[in-house]
């Protein structure tokens, strides 16, 4: 940012030239000889033409004038070689003119080793440049980067009298010095200039204000300011602009920011440009309040931000607020005229990614593209790697080809990212592929893609080819580190092979390899997965000489070891003192604590952990979820299982199979008591539904494991995972237990309460026969008492709407589907009243109508249940008809069917 800001400050114009107008005879010779040395390539007597022209004149009349006339440096110095040959050995050298004549020529031509040897040849024959031609070799080896030459040359005229370097020379210098950080040679040069009288002026005072910045030493960048003003040196905006912006990329935006105020105090008209800096600054800190204000003032003071500006802002809203912030800051961006340039666009493809919003990151991509920009690595990259992370490998696959069809070569970033996403998809062998197609492009893969390919591979038991990969990494000269050798212990105890993996770890000891704290931690995993804790102690005591600390992994397996083997006292002493060290533990070593005391059958010791746990704001996981779960299950505490298991709905953390077992088991096993559990307090009333549902179940004669997998899909229906629940009923049909009608009221409860009516159409399909209609309507209420306190619910409507119309048509076939289709007959009559209009008659949703025998609000147990006995189900059995094979999706119930 400093470094345009120099733009603004006038550059002064570069000295001329010295060279004098020529007599009109010696013009005339000097064309002459100029046009010979143009033809000297065609015209082999071209060395006789120039002596017949210069015979009768003396070469110190002719050099300088005729090399200040050419302008082809090759032809100068052609010239110059013909007049060294003809000079007799005692005849003097040319002299100061005419060598500085070609220093000229070749400086400006940018020929700058021909003009090193001319100056040291000029140096022996005791010849002095000109000033103009010292300055101008001055500027030509500073802007090219040759920092000793350059300083050569400016010692050698700041020696000379009368021969300091102009002011372009020393710009030219100093911006040469500062680009190469050598902030302390930039400042002597300044403070020589600047004891020369007018040898300072605003535009070398900012070049040295500028690098002082980058050095961050601001307080001596304002000084130098304050000391030089009115001395040369007239305040301006500019050099507030660097200092605001040299404190702001030292992180002190206060004082930044209160630079910036004082320029408005002392009458400097603040520019889009030091808005731009303030902004940056602020974003950097995520300061959106004051970002806006900013914004505003600009705008008030008719003054636009510009792209870099916008650009700034929505890095700021993707990193310290919001994606959907930062693609609303676009939006404005476009609608107040300002283009959005590519950088726009990779930075939200970077936010987006980040987010995991992957497809809205490839929509941004494409967006780029209609506004015919033109999109780099840097805007296909994140895409890649985001579309590998999420495991969508083919749309990676074909977004690197369409990045390389547009001419960018993918880099080790590019392929990484594809590497690596295939890895954890598990195709290893296609990740090889991509890395013996990037070594053919002459990508060479780096140690982190090497260790993500033999983590692959050892995870696939295809140990062998992880050897070979780290014997190749060592053929192409890339040094295997710490993390690809823990890689291979991790891969030998993965697969049961200690003895290679202790192998592997002394050779890393014996190589003076260091084995780093993943090394050790991966070996100590190891011994104790075998149970030889006295070598696992041995290895930690290794580690801390070694002066590395267990850290939470270490101790979270150590304790996992002890859990396995029973030893909860040495566990738990292992957790002390891993407090005691303030080494925290994390979800993983509490669910490797509980597990070790539900296994030894101490559910409450284990509960007292989790509460624990969650005191400490550690969030659990799946895993401890089900182990718990899976503690009370086996010890035949349901009532605890469930409410832990609601717990886990609640918060949205996803069931999986071991969790959805543990259930099923428990509660089939839990049948001899079967005991229903009353309670007039809702908040229990609630906790104890699914429990309860599952009871009456059993009690009614239905078949043990149905009815449990009946329960938890209405638990899960419960807690709005209609998703979830269709996912279990398929798994309930894989296991060979088919859903009945009772399962399609639970999921229909589901489907109403996230109003997803429309995707049950595609998943139901169910033909109700009349005593199935009772039982259904009478379970729907009973769902109603638990769930609405005896509401009526939409899906209770839905059934009686059904069974209405079959009373009305008996002969119609009635599936789920035309149910479903007709939800427009449910309409809200009046939203204070919660009256519904079902088929044109008013419905109270608060009560039951008085014709149909409304159950009373007694919390857990239904009098409808009590009072009117569930029709007989002896000799009813549950069959699937040819396309239900085909589509587990589709079911239906008959009359002959048998729970």
Not at 113 to 141: K, W
Not at 237 to 252: P, S, T
Not at 687 to 705: C, P, Q, R, S
Not at 831 to 852: C, E, I, M, Q
Request: glycine share 8%.
């Amino acid at each position: 940012m400093s470094k345009l800001l120099l733009t603004h400050l006038k550059k002064p114009p570069r000295t001329p030239s010295g060279r004098c107008s020529l007599h009109p005879r010696a013009r005339k010779l000097a064309d002459s000889v100029v046009r010979v040395l143009l033809t000297r390539k065609a015209d082999p007597q071209w060395e006789q033409t120039l002596e017949d022209i210069l015979s009768c004149h003396a070469e110190e009349e002719y050099m300088a004038p005729i090399v200040a006339r050419i302008r082809d440096p090759d032809a100068a110095l052609d010239f110059f070689d013909w007049a060294r040959r003809r000079r007799p050995r005692w005849a003097e050298p040319p002299d100061s003119l005419a060598y500085s004549a070609l220093l000229h020529l070749l400086a400006r031509s940018g020929r700058l080793p021909e003009a090193g040897l001319v100056l040291d040849a000029m140096r022996s024959d005791g010849r002095t440049p000109t000033r103009e031609a010292s300055s101008a070799l001055l500027v030509a080896f500073a802007d090219s980067g040759a920092e000793e030459k350059a300083l050569d040359v400016y010692a050698s005229m700041r020696d000379q009298d009368g021969c300091f370097p102009d002011v372009s020379g020393c710009i030219s210098l100093l911006n040469m010095l500062v680009r190469q950080r050598h902030y302390e040679l930039a400042r002597q040069v300044y403070d020589e200039m600047v004891e020369r009288e007018g040898g300072a002026d605003n535009y070398t005072t900012g070049i040295v204000v500028r690098g002082l910045c980058l050095e961050g030493r601001m307080d001596e960048a304002k000084r130098l300011i304050e000391d030089r003003w009115g001395a040369g040196c007239i305040p301006n905006v500019v050099f507030y602009n660097m200092l605001v912006d040299g404190y702001c990329r030292k992180g002190d935006i206060r004082r930044g920011y209160a630079l910036f105020e004082e320029m408005k105090l002392r009458g400097f008209l603040p520019t889009v440009v030091s808005y731009g800096i303030v902004i940056h600054g602020l974003c950097m800190k995520g300061n959106i309040v004051e970002i806006n204000r900013l914004i505003s003032e600009m705008k008030a003071r008719g003054l636009q931000p510009n792209v870099q500006i916008y650009n700034d802002v929505i890095d700021s809203r993707c990193k310290h607020g919001s994606i959907v912030e930062a693609k609303a800051v676009l939006r404005q961006m476009i609608g107040s005229g300002c283009e959005p340039d590519i950088i726009t666009y990779n930075i939200l493809i970077a936010g987006f990614c980040r987010d995991g919003k992957v497809p809205g990151a490839e929509q941004l991509l494409r967006e780029a593209i209609s506004r015919r920009l033109d999109p780099n690595k840097s805007s296909y990259t994140p895409v890649i790697h985001g579309y590998c992370q999420i495991g969508d490998v083919v749309t990676a696959s074909n977004l690197l080809v369409e990045m390389i069809e547009r001419g960018h070569s993918p880099d080790l970033v590019t392929y990484g990212a594809l590497i690596h996403g295939l890895v954890v998809l598990g195709e290893v062998n296609d990740a090889l592929e991509i890395r013996k197609k990037m070594m053919e492009k002459g990508v060479l893969p780096d140690a982190a893609i090497y260790n993500v390919l033999i983590s692959g591979l050892c995870k696939k038991g295809m140990l062998p080819s992880a050897k070979k990969l780290v014997a190749e990494m060592l053929d192409q000269n890339v040094i295997p580190d710490e993390f690809v050798y823990a890689t291979l212990v991790d891969g030998f105890i993965r697969n049961e092979d200690l003895n290679e993996a202790k192998k592997v770890f002394e050779f890393m000891d014996q190589k003076g390899i260091k084995c780093g704290i993943v090394g050790y931690n991966a070996m100590i995993k190891g011994y104790f997965k075998f149970g030889m804790i006295h070598d696992a102690i041995l290895c930690i005591s290794r580690m801390r000489n070694d002066g590395y600390l267990p850290d939470e992994f270490t101790y979270t397996t150590v304790i996992n070891g002890y859990a396995r083997q029973g030893n909860l006292d040495g566990a738990m002493r292992v957790f002390i003192d891993m407090m005691k060290h303030r080494c925290k533990p994390n979800v993983v070593t509490y669910s490797a604590l509980i597990n070790g005391y539900c296994q030894n059958g101490d559910t409450d010791t284990a509960e007292v952990l989790f509460k624990y746990m969650q005191r400490n704001e550690i969030t659990p996981n799946v895993v401890t979820y089900s182990i718990l779960i899976g503690g009370y299950c086996k010890n035949h505490r349901m009532p605890r299982a469930i409410i832990y298991f609601e717990e886990m709905l609640q918060y949205k953390c996803l069931p999986n199979d071991f969790t959805y077992r543990y259930l099923i088991k428990g509660l089939t096993d839990s049948i001899s008591n079967c005991e229903i559990i009353n309670s007039n307090d809702l908040q229990h009333q609630h906790e104890y539904a699914t429990l309860n549902i599952y009871k009456i179940m059993v009690l009614e004669g239905w078949d043990h494991k149905t009815a449990a997998y009946n329960a938890i899909i209405f638990c899960l229906c419960k807690h709005r995972m209609l998703k979830s629940a269709l996912e279990l009923r398929d798994k309930m049909i894989g296991k060979g237990c088919l859903p009945d009608h009772i399962t399609v009221v639970f999921l229909l409860h589901g489907a109403c309460a996230e109003g997803k009516l429309e995707d049950l159409k595609s998943s139901l399909s169910c033909h109700f026969q009349q005593n199935e209609f009772e039982v259904a309507l009478k379970y729907a209420r009973l769902v109603d008492e638990y769930l609405y306190q005896g509401e009526r619910s939409e899906a209770s409507l839905i059934l009686e709407t059904l069974l209405e119309d079959r009373a009305q048509s008996p002969e119609l076939g009635h599936r789920w589907i035309s149910a479903l289709s007709r939800r427009e007959r449910y309409q809200v009559a009046d939203p204070k009243k919660k009256k519904l209009h079902v088929n044109g008659r008013n419905l109270d949703s608060t009560r039951f109508d008085a014709g149909d025998s409304k159950p009373p609000q007694v919390p857990m147990i239904p009098v409808a249940m009590q009072e009117r006995a569930l029709p007989s189900h002896e000799g009813i059995q549950t069959t699937t008809n040819q396309s239900s094979k085909n589509n587990v999706g589709e079911w239906h119930c008959t009359r002959d069917a048998r729970r």
